[in-house]
T-cell receptor, first 113, second 113 residues
Framework: TQLLEQSPQFLSIQEGENLTVYCNSSSVFSSLQWYRQEPGEGPVLLVTVVTGGEVKKLKRLTFQFGDARKDSSLHITAAQPGDTGLYLCAGVNYGGSQGNLIFGKGTKLSVKP | NAGVTQTPKFRVLKTGQSMTLLCAQDMNHEYMYWYRQDPGMGLRLIHYSVGEGTTAKGEVPDGYNVSRLKKQNFLLGLESAAPSQTSVYFC????????????FGSGTRLTVV
């Protein structure tokens, strides 16, 4: 069974601070996705990374896929209260299934003004 | 664009009652999914469908049934609700092919008393 471990589970920071969230597995994934979920809503896709070592930027968010495609990180620069939410990583291995995503349990981020 | 619409948004059931959760998508997506989200457990796949008329079991299928009679609709049924089925249920869809992210609905909060 493929598992994705996210850390930290909870993170509370002040506006303007930087932070990094990690997503790790012992398994190789074909691609990995990051989602953000706000209270009372469903997850919303932020980015998909496919190539080992790939780095993608979305404004103040930087996503990296590990060289071996077993791990990923999300770095937020100068966090703002609007970044508050649950961040989920999700991996897929097209060789082993119908392409169903496997989700980590999430990192709950709170950014205080 | 409506995207993925789930009905109802909230429901309270008594143990042993039955109900059907409806998911409708207007994006012509082939794949559809039902997840449940519980504190500390993350998103767990209940059932999924890779096309009209086809369904398959996910990680936690017991106590649930599904049907995909029309491409745009995916129904989740609880025949005899149990308190352990108290959860937030999310429907998601995606196009056929590799690398696509999921589009989620806003969820149904179900309480079984």
């Amino acid at each position: 069974t493929q598992l994705l471990e996210q850390s930290p589970q909870f993170l509370s920071i002040q506006e303007g601070e930087n932070l990094t969230v990690y997503c790790n597995s012992s398994s190789v994934f074909s691609s990995l996705q990051w989602y953000r979920q706000e209270p009372g809503e469903g997850p919303v896709l932020l980015v998909t990374v496919v190539t080992g070592g790939e780095v993608k930027k979305l404004k103040r968010l930087t996503f990296q896929f590990g060289d071996a495609r077993k791990d990923s990180s999300l770095h937020i620069t100068a966090a703002q209260p609007g970044d508050t939410g649950l961040y989920l990583c999700a991996g897929v291995n097209y060789g082993g299934s119908q392409g169903n995503l496997i989700f980590g349990k999430g990192t709950k981020l709170s950014v205080k003004p | 664009n409506a995207g993925v619409t789930q009905t109802p948004k909230f429901r309270v059931l008594k143990t042993g009652q039955s109900m059907t959760l409806l998911c409708a998508q207007d994006m012509n997506h082939e794949y559809m999914y039902w997840y449940r989200q519980d504190p500390g457990m993350g998103l767990r796949l209940i059932h999924y469908s890779v096309g009209e008329g086809t369904t398959a079991k996910g990680e936690v299928p017991d106590g649930y049934n599904v049907s995909r009679l029309k491409k745009q609709n995916f129904l989740l049924g609880l025949e005899s609700a149990a308190p352990s089925q108290t959860s937030v249920y999310f429907c998601a869809s995606r196009p056929r092919g590799a690398g696509y992210g999921y589009t989620f609905g806003s969820g149904t909060r179900l309480t079984v008393v």
